[in-house]
C-alpha cells in the first residue's frame, strides 16, 4: 500500500454509534493529521498528532498513533448525521517540510 | 472565520489553452499550497510557495504549472497549456506563521477544472 492508505474504504453506521477508521503509512513521519471533506468540499482540517505522542483527544474525537506500527485510528464518537463525510489522513516526512501526502479517504455515512 | 476563497468555482476550456486559477488566501497567513484531486483519487500535492518564491514541488509539477503571488493577497496557479489529464479539482490552502509549514492547513472549497 502506499504513504497514508485508510481502511475501511466507506463505512456506513446508525447515528450516535462511533465511527473508526484507520490509517496506515510507510515511511516516518514527523506528524499525522486528519482532514474531513464534505462532497464538493474543500478540507477541513479536525486533529494533528505529532511522531512523539500517542493519543490526543478535540472533542468528541480521538486519534491514536502507533509509531512501531505506522498506523494511525481516528474514533468519532456518538456520531451524528453531519459527520457524513470523507475523512483523510495526512503525512508529512520531515519537519519543515513543505508536502503533505494524503491517503485515499474513508468515506463515512452516517444514517439517521 | 476567515477563509480561503477560490474563483472560479468551475472552469471549462479546451485542451492547449491556458487557464489561470485565483486564491485569495487567509490575510495573515504565509505559507500557500496548491493541491489538486483528480475525481476519485487522492489529494495530491502540487507546490507550496513562501517567502514570494517556491518552497517545494512536486513531479507533477512540471514547466507547464507556474504560480504567482502578483499582490498581497492573490495567489494563483497558471497552467499554460492544458491538458485532458489536467483535469481535477484544484485545491489553494495555506498556514498560519503561527504554525509550522504543513501544519493545519486551511483548504479553499477548490476550482473545479475540466479539460475537453
Known amino acids: 500500500s502506499q504513504q497514508g492508505e485508510e481502511d475501511p474504504q466507506a463505512l456506513s453506521i446508525q447515528e450516535g454509534e462511533n465511527a473508526t477508521m484507520n490509517c496506515s503509512y510507510k515511511?516516518?513521519?514527523?506528524?499525522l493529521q486528519w482532514y474531513r471533506q464534505n462532497s464538493g468540499r474543500g478540507l477541513v482540517h479536525l486533529i494533528l498528532?505529532?511522531?512523539?505522542?500517542r493519543e490526543k483527544h478535540s472533542g468528541r474525537l480521538r486519534v491514536t498513533l502507533d509509531t512501531s506500527k505506522k498506523s494511525s485510528s481516528l474514533l468519532i464518537t456518538a456520531s451524528r448525521a453531519a459527520d457524513t463525510a470523507s475523512y483523510f489522513c495526512a503525512t508529512d516526512k520531515d519537519q519543515g517540510a513543505q508536502k503533505l501526502v494524503f491517503g485515499q479517504g474513508t468515506r463515512l455515512t452516517i444514517n439517521p | 472565520e476567515p477563509e480561503v476563497t477560490q474563483t472560479p468555482s468551475h472552469q471549462v476550456t479546451q485542451m492547449g489553452q491556458e487557464v489561470i486559477l485565483r486564491c485569495v488566501p487567509i490575510?495573515?497567513?504565509?505559507?500557500f499550497y496548491w493541491y489538486r484531486q483528480i475525481l476519485g483519487q487522492k489529494v495530491e500535492f502540487l507546490v507550496s510557495f513562501y517567502n514570494n518564491e517556491i518552497s517545494e514541488k512536486s513531479e507533477i509539477f512540471d514547466d507547464q504549472f507556474s504560480v504567482e503571488r502578483p499582490d498581497g493577497s492573490n495567489f494563483t496557479l497558471k497552467i499554460r497549456s492544458t491538458k485532458l489529464e489536467d483535469s481535477a479539482m484544484y485545491f489553494c490552502?495555506?498556514?498560519?506563521?503561527?504554525?509550522?509549514?504543513?501544519?493545519?492547513?486551511?483548504f479553499g472549497s477548490g476550482t473545479q477544472l475540466s479539460v475537453l
Open positions: 490552502a495555506s498556514s498560519s506563521p503561527r504554525d509550522s509549514p504543513n501544519e493545519k492547513l486551511f
Open positions: 515511511t516516518s513521519i514527523n506528524n
Open positions: 490575510s495573515n497567513h504565509l505559507y
Open positions: 498528532i505529532r511522531s512523539n505522542e
